[in-house]
């Protein structure tokens, strides 16, 4: 059975930093792309970065450029989202997902995605 299951969620400060971790477990995901995606009160579930995992190509969402890094780690089957500079507009619940990349990541619906973490909560105060 596949299990992704994140944690480093927190409350912080405008300006601060997280990192999000994912670890999968049931399979490795060589071929596929893992990604974090975030949903806010009443907003719909949105990808915020991505990685083809054994191609490492990333996908980033225009409001999190320059500021979030997503990263993989083999040997630990996990990946991460380090997150910097942090917004009261980046507050959301974030969920790690996977998927084969059948379509260009940035077209993949959270719809298309079969494998979901719970979620873990980050919360920026201004």
């Known amino acids: 059975q596949v299990q992704l299951v994140e944690s480093g969620g927190g409350l912080v400060q405008a300006g601060d930093s997280l990192r999000l971790s994912c670890a999968a477990s049931?399979?490795?995901?060589?071929?596929?792309?893992v990604g974090w995606f975030r949903q806010a009160p009443g907003k719909e579930r949105e990808l915020v970065a991505a990685?083809?995992?054994?191609?490492?190509?990333?996908y980033y969402a225009d409001s999190v450029k320059g500021r979030f890094t997503i990263s993989r780690d083999n040997a630990k089957n996990t990946m991460y989202l380090q997150m910097n500079s942090l917004k009261p507009e980046d507050t959301a619940v974030y969920y790690c997902?996977?998927?084969?990349?059948?379509?260009?990541?940035?077209?993949?619906?959270?719809?298309?995605?079969?494998?979901w973490g719970q979620g873990t909560q980050v919360s920026v105060s201004s």
């Open positions: 997902a996977a998927e084969l990349p059948r379509l260009p990541i940035a077209t993949m619906a959270a719809r298309q995605w079969n494998y």
């Open positions: 990685v083809i995992w054994n191609i490492g190509s990333t």
């Open positions: 049931g399979r490795t995901f060589s071929n596929y792309a």
